[in-house]
């Protein structure tokens, strides 16, 4: 799942300072699992700015929607259903960065705004904690290294790791952080295929990557090529 | 003219090496002037590259210094600040002006150094960069382009013997070798039962192995311990034998070590390092 943040509050209210009618709109998948988006957090941060925008004697009217996702056009188009976008001057969106731009390209006559900061793709470790596990590198090795990504989780990235600075499983720029190769070689070892280790991984293939990234599903080629 | 690394490392003379670290400047004179001192001293001068990412001058440049003074160099070339383009781009620079032994690293991480907001490259790592210098000197660049002129390399790598688990390390090497090096200068050493099981393992191979031994010094202890210095991994037994004690002192103890590695008898010779100290290289004999 992507993983974000709400960011600082005062950051947000300087960004809708001056908005008279506001819709917060939440999303309800990723950033509603870790808590920075969905409809909860978006009735917490409507009582925020209402109350710290009145305090400044700013007269605004806050409405919230949470939709299933803002990164589907379908569910975007229909929350035009349910509220009349066009009566609010800033649309701040509580999705990722992707939704946030696919709101803004919907509804490309309006100022839609981000109140999440987009972090990274992760897990959850537990209720509340969250860690990130991959890149989307597209170049997934991670047949090769027992589930583990090295590209993600060693601080230099290495794909033949350990570097010389591990040190009793830890890597060397944090004592706290476990060293991604000597967690790779336990599981691999753990799994009878350490033979995966020995083998050299050639060079990332950086020119998979491409920005933006964009992918057609081979059903669908023809309507789109 | 010095003999060239190749030669010295099938000579079956028990090498010595050191390090130096190029100016953070223009200035060469005091590197000239330690080169000179160390001349007759060392088999062979190692110059550092951008060590623990601190920027200092390329090491290129002191490597030709070294040539200029007839002493032999191996120039250490870092993955972290350039991407597989550039790499070979030095590469084949350092070929021409006459750079031969090249010692090929992964790169200290960048927050251990002053300029800790860079972004790291680590495009490629040392098992590809090996392989690269490999490539080029067998004509062809590492996607396969032919050469107008190839160099000719002596590849070295680095490992770790005081790493724990050593296991991974192992299988590391391993790769290094296969990748094309054929000589190993590791990380300080001090403890010589975790020398003799590294070296169990490499002697498998006819790879050379320069064991690291580090001049340490009673000021440093706090950094020896909070992991300031990345791969240096000093027992606390030698830390409190440091703590405390006088420049000769640690100048003994790095020499008794010293010793005691060679008359051991493990490995093919050694590799001295004294960041800031260097002109106590040879007092270490």
Not at chain 1, 156 to 183: F, H, M, Q, S, V
Request: aromatic share 4%; with cysteine.
């Amino acid at each position: 799942m992507i993983v974000a943040k709400r960011k600082p509050f005062e950051e947000i209210k300087e960004l809708v300072s001056g908005s008279k009618k506001l819709l917060i709109l939440g999303c309800g998948t990723c950033v509603a699992v870790c808590l920075a988006g969905g409809e909860k957090e978006v009735a917490i941060l409507a009582s925020q700015l209402k109350m710290a925008l009145t305090l400044e004697n700013q007269d605004v009217e806050v409405d919230e929607l949470t939709i299933e996702r803002q990164c589907d056009r379908e569910f975007i188009e229909e929350a035009n259903t349910r509220v009349n976008v066009d009566d609010y001057d800033i649309i701040l969106s509580t999705a990722c960065g992707a939704g946030v731009q696919l709101v803004s390209d919907v509804f490309d006559h309006k100022v839609v705004l981000p109140a999440l900061n987009t972090t990274f793709i992760g897990v959850a470790e537990g209720p509340g904690i969250w860690t990130e596990r991959c890149r989307s590198c597209g170049d997934c090795v991670l047949a090769e290294t027992g589930g583990i990504c090295p590209v993600t989780m060693c601080a230099k990235g290495l794909l033949n790791g350990p570097c010389g600075g591990a040190r009793y499983g830890k890597c060397e720029i944090d004592p706290e952080k476990d060293c991604a190769w000597t967690l790779i070689y336990n599981r691999l070892k753990k799994l009878g295929r350490l033979d995966r280790m020995e083998q050299i991984l050639p060079p990332k293939r950086y020119s998979v990557q491409q920005y933006p990234a964009k992918t057609i599903h081979e059903a669908y080629r023809r309507r789109y090529e | 003219m010095a003999r060239s690394l190749e030669e010295a490392l099938t000579s079956g003379k028990f090498l010595v090496a050191a390090s130096l670290d190029p100016p953070k400047g223009t200035d060469l004179r005091h590197l000239g002037k330690l080169i000179k001192e160390l001349k007759g001293g060392v088999d062979v001068l190692g110059i550092s590259d951008n060590p623990c990412a601190v920027m200092y001058m390329s090491p290129w440049a002191v490597c030709r210094l070294a040539l200029e003074q007839g002493v032999e160099p191996i120039m250490h070339l870092t993955c972290r600040d350039r991407n597989r383009l550039a790499l070979q781009s030095d590469l084949l620079a350092a070929a021409s002006i006459g750079i031969k032994n090249i010692l090929c690293v992964s790169g200290d991480h960048v927050k251990f150094g002053d300029h800790p907001d860079a972004r790291p490259s680590h495009d490629i790592e040392s098992v590809h960069l090996l392989e690269a210098a490999r490539a080029l000197a067998a004509g062809k660049d590492m996607v396969g382009n032919p050469l107008a002129g190839s160099p000719a390399f002596c590849l070295g790598a680095t490992a770790n013997p005081e790493a724990d688990p050593l296991e991974p390390q192992l299988i590391k090497v391993d790769k290094k070798i296969k990748a094309g090096a054929s000589f190993l200068v590791t990380h300080p050493v001090f403890n010589i039962e975790n020398l003799k099981r590294f070296m169990e393992h490499v002697r498998q191979s006819n790879i050379k192995v320069l064991a690291g031994v580090r001049l340490l010094l009673p000021e440093e202890v706090p950094k020896y311990r909070d992991g300031t210095y990345p791969g240096l991994f000093v027992p606390e037994d030698v830390l409190e034998e440091i703590d405390g004690a006088g420049t000769g002192t640690c100048v003994e103890i790095a020499g008794r070590l010293l010793k005691e590695i060679k008359s051991a008898n493990l490995c093919d010779g050694i590799h001295i390092t004294a960041p800031g100290h260097e002109e106590m290289i040879l007092d270490l004999f």
